[in-house]
């Protein structure tokens, strides 16, 4: 269960699987999660015309990550997911590239 917790984890915050800490705990007969890691961020660029672009927030990404993290695993393993409680230590922030 562990490792499954730990895979799903790191796709949802688009980290390396190794990264990503997870701790298994019984929430009343269900199961929770909570999670230490990095949490994968666009970096800041401009658009056409100069304007920044607009990404997700922090916040919104780690919202996004909790719901597909609890959607996966109970889709996977079939236990209750009560809550996942994800704790960003840092950022892996994704450059994007230009086209030459």
């Known amino acids: 269960m562990s490792r499954v917790a730990t ?25 929770a999660l909570v999670v230490s890691a990095p ?17 997700r927030t922090v916040l919104e990404s780690a919202e996004q990550a909790q719901a597909e993290i609890k959607r996966r ?6 236990s209750t ?8 230590t840092g950022a892996d922030i994704k450059q994007e590239r230009r086209v030459r």
């Open 7 to 31: 895979a799903i984890t790191a796709n949802a915050l688009g980290i390396a699987a190794a990264t990503p800490k997870v701790e298994l705990v019984d929430s009343h007969g269900d199961l």
């Open 39 to 55: 949490i994968r961020v666009q970096g800041l660029s401009t658009s056409e015309g100069g304007a920044p672009a607009r990404h």
């Open 73 to 78: 695993i109970t889709e996977l393993t079939g």
């Open 81 to 88: 997911v009560s809550r996942v409680v994800i704790r960003i």
